[in-house]
T-cell receptor
């Protein structure tokens, strides 16, 4: 069965520092992958997605993610974090021939000034 | 813009009650989903529907059922609410496989 692992429950960074949030998936077929962000009291917003093609994907708010098939990973990165990036981040995986979409357990990002 | 509306933001029910959570989307989307969100567990898929009257179990369907009689409406039913069903429930829809999900604002259900 497909699954998503976000190994970091909580990450703290200083404003202006770089960020990498890890996401690993488990599935035999080629997945499609998403990163969503949930700010406190808000709904989930899509940051970016990978469906096919270029493995480096650009998203909103300066985020990017790289699909690495050999490592079954889809890590989210940002070169310089802003205080407004403090939120919970969810990785999600789906499979091309099904409708099912599975989310990871999330990583809570805290940003210090 | 797509709107996914969940009928209640907060709901308090008693153990054993039958509970209906309603979700309506206004963009003629094929797929609709129900997730529950719990701290440390992320979003877990309860049920999803890929068409009217069609449904499939997600990862945690026990204690829940769903109904999709019309394309725009997807209802989650707790047949006999229990305290371990206290959670935030999120409804989502999308046009087709591979497209992004649009989420409702959630229903915080407390079962006492």
């Amino acid at each position: 069965a497909q699954s998503v692992t976000q190994p970091d429950i909580h990450i703290t960074v200083s404003e202006g520092a770089s960020l990498e949030l890890r996401c690993n998936y488990s599935y035999g077929a080629t997945p499609y992958l998403f990163w969503y962000v949930q700010s406190p009291g808000q709904g989930l917003q899509l940051l970016l997605k990978y469906f096919s093609g270029d493995t480096l994907v650009q998203g909103i708010k300066g985020f990017e993610a790289e699909f690495k098939r050999s490592q079954s990973s889809f890590n989210l990165r940002k070169p310089s974090v802003h205080w407004s990036d403090a939120a919970e981040y969810f990785c999600a995986v789906g499979v091309h021939n099904t409708d099912k979409l599975i989310f990871g357990t999330g990583t809570r990002l805290q940003v210090f000034p | 813009d797509v709107k996914v509306t969940q009928s209640s933001r907060y709901l308090v029910k008693r153990t054993g009650e039958k509970v209906f959570l309603e979700c309506v989307q206004d963009m003629d989307h094929e797929n609709m989903f129900w997730y529950r969100q719990d701290p440390g567990l992320g979003l877990r898929l309860i049920y999803f529907s890929y068409d009217v009257k069609m449904k499939e179990k997600g990862d945690i369907p026990e204690g829940y059922s769903v109904s999709r009689e019309k394309k725009e409406r997807f209802s989650l039913i707790l047949e006999s609410a229990s305290t371990n069903q206290t959670s935030m429930y999120l409804c989502a829809s999308r046009d087709r496989v591979g497209e992004k999900l649009f989420f409702g604002s959630g229903t915080q259900l407390s079962v006492l």
